[in-house]
T-cell receptor, first 113, second 119 residues
Framework: RKEVEQDPGPFNVPEGATVAFNCTYSNSASQSFFWYRQDCRKEPKLLMSVYSSGNEDGRFTAQLNRASQYISLLIRDSKLSDSATYLCVVSRGNNNAGNMLTFGGGTRLMVKP | GAGVSQSPSNKVTEKGKDVELRCDPISGHTALYWYRQSLGQGLEFLIYFQGNSAPDKSGLPSDRFSAERTGGSVSTLTIQRTQQEDSAVYLC?????????????????FGPGTRLTVL
């Protein structure tokens, strides 16, 4: 089983739609959680951190459920520019080197006009 | 300020040759990471540096892979006797503090990557 699992998609949605991505992780010792965005043939860039209380940044809302080891990302009012691959990222909780990151395989989103 | 830079941006080599990939982290970032991303795959952690030392080399796939960092800055990833399965994008990232410091893992900033093709 992969440490971080995501539905690879693609999710094809019209502009203005609301779309949600889910992610599960296997390491219960994980302490930090993030969503990164990766455009085609580009490097990953941090979209937002995910906090236990849930957090919102404009059209983006991230939630964490530690009991179920589950993370979500909600995008409201989708824009064409939101088309990208969204990477769920979890700290490894490795005491040897601190909280190294493990990346999920990514969920591809395509927003159509 | 300048972000993470990597060179070369593209490298095509023949099977069996050695290659060296370079990473220049953001100035002042003490932690440096190497990942690789094969076509259509997620990021695979290779090695992490704190300063010039590598506390975690667990991701290096074989002894053909090695990395060093000098002066707490530039890092080079060397792949000896390259194989076709080494073809991937090699990404470098840096962060301000070592992972796990404080209550949050520090944000990693990625370079544009080196696309390695082994023929």
């Amino acid at each position: 089983r992969k440490e971080v699992e995501q539905d690879p998609g693609p999710f094809n949605v019209p502009e203005g739609a609301t779309v949600a991505f889910n992610c599960t992780y296997s390491n219960s010792a994980s302490q930090s959680f993030f969503w990164y965005r990766q455009d085609c043939r580009k490097e990953p860039k941090l979209l937002m951190s995910v906090y236990s209380s849930g957090n919102e940044d404009g059209r983006f809302t991230a939630q964490l459920n530690r009991a179920s080891q589950y993370i979500s990302l909600l995008i409201r009012d989708s824009k064409l520019s939101d088309s990208a691959t969204y990477l769920c990222v979890v700290s490894r909780g490795n005491n040897n080197a601190g909280n190294m990151l493990t990346f999920g395989g990514g969920t591809r989103l395509m927003v159509k006009p | 300020g300048a972000g993470v830079s990597q060179s070369p941006s593209n490298k095509v080599t023949e099977k069996g040759k050695d290659v060296e990939l370079r990473c220049d982290p953001i100035s002042g970032h003490t932690a440096l990471y190497w990942y690789r991303q094969s076509l259509g795959q997620g990021l695979e952690f290779l090695i992490y540096f704190q300063g010039n030392s590598a506390p975690d080399k667990s991701g290096l796939p074989s002894d053909r892979f090695s990395a060093e960092r000098t002066g707490g800055s530039v890092s080079t990833l060397t792949i000896q006797r390259t194989q076709q399965e080494d073809s991937a994008v090699y990404l470098c990232a840096s962060s301000k503090v070592r992972p796990g410091q404080g209550s949050r893992t520090d944000t990693q900033y990625f370079g544009p990557g080196t696309r390695l093709t082994v023929l």
